[in-house]
C-alpha cells in the first residue's frame, strides 16, 4: 500500500463549478500537508499549505485536513479553463532541515468552456 | 529574480554516458533535492541535501550521483549504471518544510 493514495483522474468539469480534489494517507508522523499545481512539462507551483486539521482558504482555493481519518482536499471554486493542470497532494514529516515529503500520483483536472 | 534554475531544459544521452543536469538557485536555502518524475508514479526522491558538503540517499538513489560543493548548487549526475534514466528530472530547496521547484529537465535516451 502506498503511503499516500491520489485518484489520477482525469478529471472533467465544467467552466464555474467547484472541484474537489482528494488525497488519504497511512502514515500519522506526517505533520505538513501541501497542494501543488503542475502545468505540463513544468515545475511544480505550491498553491496552499497547512499543518493543522481543519480548513484554509486563499482566493478561489480551500484546502482542508482531517488528521483524524488521515484525509485531505483542495476545493476550487468557480474553476476557471486555466486551472486545468495536474494536482499533487504532498505531506511531510520533517527531518532535522530538511523536508522530505511524499508526493500523490497527482490528479490531472481538465476545465472545458 | 529569485529562483531555482534548471538547465538543460532537454538532455539527451547515449547509452554508457554519464549525464550532468545542473541546478543553481539564489534563494538562500540551505536544503536541496532532487526528484525523479515519471507518468503515473508522482515525484519520488533521488537525493538530497541539508547544508553543504553534505548529502543522503532518497528512495531511489542507484544510478545517480550528487556533490554539493556550494550553498547554490546541487548538480545530479545519472550515470550509466541507472539503466532506465528516461524521466523529467526536478530540483528543488526549502525554507523548513516548503519546497520550491525549478522548471525541470527532460532526459531522454538515444
Known amino acids: 500500500q502506498k503511503e499516500v493514495e491520489q485518484d489520477p483522474g482525469p478529471l472533467s468539469v465544467p467552466e464555474g463549478a467547484i472541484v474537489s480534489l482528494n488525497c488519504t494517507y497511512s502514515?500519522?508522523?506526517?505533520?505538513?500537508f501541501m497542494w501543488y499545481r503542475q502545468y505540463s512539462r513544468k515545475g511544480p507551483e505550491l498553491l496552499m499549505y497547512?499543518?493543522?486539521?481543519g480548513n484554509k482558504e486563499d482566493g478561489r482555493f480551500t484546502a482542508q485536513v482531517d488528521k483524524s481519518s488521515k484525509y485531505i482536499s483542495l476545493f476550487i471554486r468557480d474553476s476557471q479553463p486555466s486551472d486545468s493542470a495536474t494536482y499533487l497532494c504532498a505531506m511531510s514529516a520533517l527531518v532535522g532541515t530538511a523536508s522530505k515529503l511524499t508526493f500523490g500520483t497527482g490528479t490531472r483536472l481538465q476545465v472545458t468552456l | 529574480d529569485g529562483g531555482i534554475t534548471q538547465s538543460p531544459k532537454y538532455l539527451f544521452r547515449k547509452e554508457g554516458q554519464n549525464v550532468t543536469l545542473s541546478c543553481e538557485q539564489n534563494?538562500?536555502?540551505?536544503?536541496m533535492y532532487w526528484y525523479r518524475q515519471d507518468p503515473g508514479q508522482g515525484l519520488r526522491l533521488i537525493y538530497y541535501s541539508q547544508i553543504v558538503n553534505d548529502f543522503q540517499k532518497g528512495d531511489i538513489a542507484e544510478g545517480y550521483s550528487v556533490s554539493r560543493e556550494k550553498k547554490e548548487s546541487f548538480p545530479l549526475t545519472v550515470t550509466s549504471a541507472q539503466k532506465n534514466p528516461t524521466a523529467f528530472y526536478l530540483c528543488?530547496?526549502?525554507?523548513?518544510?516548503?519546497?520550491?521547484f525549478g522548471s525541470g529537465t527532460q532526459l531522454s535516451v538515444l
Open positions: 528543488a530547496s526549502s525554507t523548513n518544510e516548503k519546497l520550491f
Open positions: 534563494l538562500n536555502h540551505d536544503a
Open positions: 497547512t499543518y493543522s486539521s
Open positions: 502514515n500519522s508522523a506526517f505533520q505538513y
